[in-house]
T-cell receptor, first 113, second 106 residues
Framework: GAGVSQSPSNKVTEKGKDVELRCDPISGHTALYWYRQSLGQGLEFLIYFQGNSAPDKSGLPSDRFSAERTGGSVSTLTIQRTQQEDSAVYLCASSFVSWDTQYFGPGTRLTVL | KNEVEQSPQNLTAQEGEFITINCSYS?????LHWLQQHPGGGIVSLFMLSSGKKKHGRLIATINIQEKHSSLHITASHPRDSAVYIC????????FGTGTSLTVIP
């Protein structure tokens, strides 16, 4: 597997439900980033992991959003009590080290009904 | 307030034309990404640069840290270059321009 993978590719959920989005970064990449892109809008930074350091959560829009990265590899973004405004494409990227070229996954399209 | 300004927002060019997309930013940065997003939504990192100029094929990116400005140039443009190009300066926060939508007509 050469690239960043994300699952699911599409997720439709009802308002108020919790969702988990998964990202598998490129093997050996120490930095992992989550972004989202709402329909017709630009990219928005959510959270960033670098190695074993505490993540930079400065972009998370509310306390309903959380993310973890287990074993320095796979990351899960969790959205609790989803709202319609959470509907967006959630993108994950990884890089070998911080501030290095980022490689993007295909994204998860989340639709909250 | 927009920390990152891209211009133009939309650009239509004839195949073969030389294209320039500009990015100005107001924050201190350590590096700047140029990203390409195709109509299907996939994002590809074209360049990451912190000074000077980088070239890859028909693409050239330049940055002037003192002037807080970067440009992306496409030489001999082709319809497959049609995409949204996003400037993403990296400072103590992550910033993104709103993108330039490029359409290259055969």
């Amino acid at each position: 597997g050469a690239g960043v993978s994300q699952s699911p590719s599409n997720k439709v959920t009802e308002k108020g439900k919790d969702v988990e989005l998964r990202c598998d970064p490129i093997s050996g990449h120490t930095a992992l980033y989550w972004y989202r892109q709402s329909l017709g809008q630009g990219l928005e930074f959510l959270i960033y992991f670098q190695g074993n350091s505490a993540p930079d959560k400065s972009g998370l829009p509310s306390d309903r959003f959380s993310a973890e990265r287990t074993g320095g590899s796979v990351s899960t973004l969790t959205i609790q009590r989803t709202q319609q405004e959470d509907s967006a494409v959630y993108l994950c990227a990884s890089s070998f080290v911080s501030w290095d070229t980022q490689y993007f996954g295909p994204g998860t399209r989340l639709t909250v009904l | 307030k927009n920390e990152v300004e891209q211009s133009p927002q939309n650009l239509t060019a004839q195949e073969g034309e030389f294209i320039t997309i500009n990015c100005s930013y107001s924050v201190g940065i350590s590096a700047l990404h140029w990203l390409q997003q195709h109509p299907g939504g996939g994002i590809v990192s074209l360049f990451m640069l912190s000074s000077g100029k980088k070239k890859h094929g028909r693409l050239i990116a330049t940055i002037n840290i003192q002037e807080k400005h970067s440009s992306l140039h496409i030489t001999a443009s082709h319809p497959r270059d049609s995409a949204v190009y996003i400037c993403a300066p990296l400072g103590n926060q992550f910033y993104f321009g709103t993108g330039t939508s490029l359409t290259v007509i055969p």
